[in-house]
């Protein structure tokens, strides 16, 4: 359809409102005279810059001839009160015939792919579009060569920041809980070798806590990308925020719409993490993939599939990567949730040892780390890294990280604030744990207020093959809500959280 | 993901902004409170009354405990300054799992597409599930049995209207310009014959001009149901505007995301058609394929297929339908756009004669749909229809429509109003014409205003088969904008929109 590229002028005010994506408030006679209707994009220019937008219509709150622009605008353009901006219908996407040729199963080019997330990140997509974009993939996959040109362009449409000497990492696929705490234990350890070693990471978006979270319950994580420049040449490591920092953007707007559908494309996922990876010049990477009943991945063998998918892309992007496939069958330590999991890491630092789960993983995966920096013979990573986390080193370097980061340094594990209200589900029979559901802990967890409430989350007493008499402490539900402590209550009682089975199963008249 | 139920009161007032969907403005710390964000889901209640309403976050416009509710919000409950309403997190729609089957290629039942049109209907869902709900049929085309389910399900979701005898109605599937106005001269004839044609129809999405457009330049169009069976009583056909009815609403959401996604399903389309005549009581209905180049079918074969389907469904439905496949190689009549085609309308019916491809059409149509009440002999339909256009009193029907529908019932053709602006392309040689394309037509009306500007469009001097020469005028626009004029003609240069070849091809030396 053709729209009439039109531009008019119009004084702009701000409207104090966050809608998620730029919005601008018009006059109805002039949306009329303009052919728009609410919903309508628009494109605003004001000097040189230009951004699309949403229309929402008024007929008293800004007169003719004036328009009031969305914080998400008024940012993006620089905009303030009274200055002239000009507004004309948007017109289709200059990808937008590539966008159709995908979803029609035609493969695309990288300038094809290019011109699509450019598109996606200036905001020219409306849901629609990049749903129809993202079930393209579920459809028609990706194959090697698309998915080298997605990550590639995911990169170069976002901020690249670079560093003075080689950048190493680790990350996580995720899906299990518990698990934002093992990069806690794994970036100090790392970092107290020497290598550089400044990891972004993710809040939780469907998990109970995710490092970001956890991280911030002792530290600012929200730093620039000058700050951690210029942070890292101090401590060489450091636990941060990436969701500002405008790293491959195209992925938090794609994120968004997979967890409406409910779909994880892997090549999706693989482009999501290298891509950030890539946009921080990581060069060597380890990856996690987490195996087991009710993870992200259940089978072993889709773990060795998705495992050769991050290698060969690795390599075709020019990165070192190792994938380390892990138990992913019950949590992580003994606990789900940003404090409940920010406490665990600070003590396992400080006492020199802690949950298996927790401690033998961090120190696998940070000693795979070190292994790819060519400094520690393959092999003895494990050794190297579990020297530097029994000596004491790695909880100093913690230390460091934490004060550069702007927390307490000195921090005792018990002054973490927990949740206020707590319970705790006794095993009803002797017996030996023989199954935590992964499923169900999430959802206990994130009942109880996780992530946004940091002190909520899941403390176990017990994990498989712990042995329990009858009456014994399997977990603790925290939260500072009464009202989530009781729907995580109702939730854990209906979904059983832990199984207990005793050794006599059934008894013979 | 599970979200927590927890509702919370809040004190409402009206924002007056018109956004498309019903929108929330909450203050950023109630939402943080209740682990909302931009664009989540919440489900607004008042004194029984639930709508379902997307989050925007303020610190300074909406104090904590207060809400803003836009206007579509407030109409749906009937909100007004200083209300108490509820609000807590929507959760997951009931719907969602069957969705994800559909997307998945999975079958649906009755039960399960019903429970995702009501859920479409009440606003549970985004664009983004509903492209996932559209792009599904791409993918995994409906059965006929889904397709009866969701004609079914999309009639049960909205209003029925209902007469006290038998309805008619004819209706085409569109795609050539200056289609709009066959119905325009259909209407009157059948219902000067005695039968009820209470005929809805939709404005233009990406035409130049949709029968309710072309209508409203003579009368009003939206007309309330109470008044279209009171007014139905009297002059036994109406032209209304189906767009404010509610009639299977569920239709005019999916328009707007196929719109975006350039894709329109054929059974989608079947089902938009026949849930709307539905919803209306239809039960005898003539649909009109116009087939050619550049119209929507463009093979005869494909005519044939979209036919059976239409004639399958009806026959499911209880419906009896007469399918005719027209030519749609070139516009219809010699006019596009809503004034211009109500003129020629008008003047076909008063002077009793005008284009061959307007008037024999709408005798054509106007006849098969007499042929379905059986109390014309078949194969007779067309003469009688041509005795009611010839005799003048389709004229005179006509003249009590406009006169019922509140315009002003002796107009004169001169007297309707046209684009101030106009511009003539001339031949350049002599010869014949031998091609009019319809997709540059269209874009050309469409760039000169229409539909937006009534008197927009193109009107015509010579068609296929006229023989011309050189200077004579071909076609002319009209605009009530300047730039617009402009901007058309500059289309209509680079898109030639009517061949004109000579007899000499070309000379050898």
Do not use: C
């Amino acid at each position: 359809m053709l729209v009439s590229k039109e531009a008019r002028n119009f004084t702009v005010s701000v409207l104090e409102v966050s809608t998620g994506s730029p919005l601008l408030v018009m006059n109805e006679q002039d949306a009329f005279e303009m052919s728009l209707t609410p919903h309508s994009k628009v494109m605003v220019k004001y000097e040189g810059r230009e951004a699309y937008a949403s229309v929402t219509l008024t007929k008293t709150m800004v007169a003719k001839g004036r328009v009031l622009a969305s914080i998400e605008l008024a940012e993006k353009l620089g905009l303030k009160e009274g200055y002239p901006v000009q507004v004309k219908p948007a017109g289709l996407p200059g990808s937008y015939a590539s966008l159709l040729k995908r979803i029609r199963g035609e493969r695309l080019s990288y300038n094809e792919m290019y011109s699509i997330i450019k598109d996606v990140v200036n905001g020219a997509y409306d849901e629609a579009e990049i749903a129809a974009f993202l079930l393209s993939q579920q459809f028609y996959v990706l194959d090697e060569d698309e998915l080298t040109s997605l990550i590639k362009a995911m990169v170069e449409t976002g901020v690249k920041i670079s560093f003075d000497e080689p950048v190493f990492d680790e990350h996580s696929i995720g899906g299990v809980p518990g698990n934002s705490k093992v990069a806690m234990v794994a970036v100090p350890i790392v970092a107290s070798f020497g290598l550089l070693i400044p990891k972004t990471s993710s809040r939780a978006i469907t998990s109970p806590a995710g490092t970001a979270d956890t991280m911030e319950v002792l530290a600012r994580v929200d730093l620039t990308a000058e700050e951690i420049r210029e942070l890292a040449k101090k401590t060489r490591g450091l636990l941060v925020w990436g969701g500002k920092l405008n790293l491959a953007p195209a992925d938090d707007i794609f994120v968004n719409v997979e967890r409406k559908l409910s779909i994880d494309p892997w090549h999706q996922m693989v482009a999501s993490i290298l891509s950030k990876k890539l946009a921080m010049s990581v060069e060597s990477l380890v990856i996690d993939i987490p195996v087991g009943k009710k993870a992200k991945i259940e089978e072993p063998v889709h773990a060795d599939q998705l495992a050769g998918l991050f290698i060969r892309q690795a390599a075709k992007l020019g990165m070192r990567v190792k994938v380390a496939i892990t138990f992913g069958g019950q949590p992580i330590g003994m606990s789900v949730g940003p404090a409940l999991e920010a406490k665990e890491a600070l003590e396992a630092l400080l006492n020199k040892r802690g949950s298996r789960s927790l401690v033998d993983k961090a120190i696998l995966i940070a000693g795979l780390t070190m292994e790819l920096s060519g400094k520690v013979p393959p092999g003895q990573g494990e050794s190297y890294a579990r020297e530097l986390f029994s000596s004491g080193k790695a909880y100093e370097k913690f230390r460091e990280i934490i004060e550069a980061q702007g927390g307490k340094p000195n921090i005792k594990p018990e002054e973490v604030p927990l949740g206020k209200y707590t319970y705790t589900f006794k095993s009803p029979l002797e017996g030996a744990v023989t199954y935590i559901d992964n499923a169900a802990v999430t959802m206990v967890a994130r009942a109880a207020g996780a992530p946004f409430d940091k002190g909520a989350g899941v403390q176990f007493h017990a994990k498989v093959g712990y042995r329990v008499n009858k009456g014994d402490p399997l977990f603790t539900i925290y939260s500072n809500s009464e009202s989530r402590l009781e729907e995580a209550i109702s939730l854990a009682s209906k979904y059983s959280v832990i199984t207990v089975e005793g050794m006599l199963l059934k008894t013979l008249p």
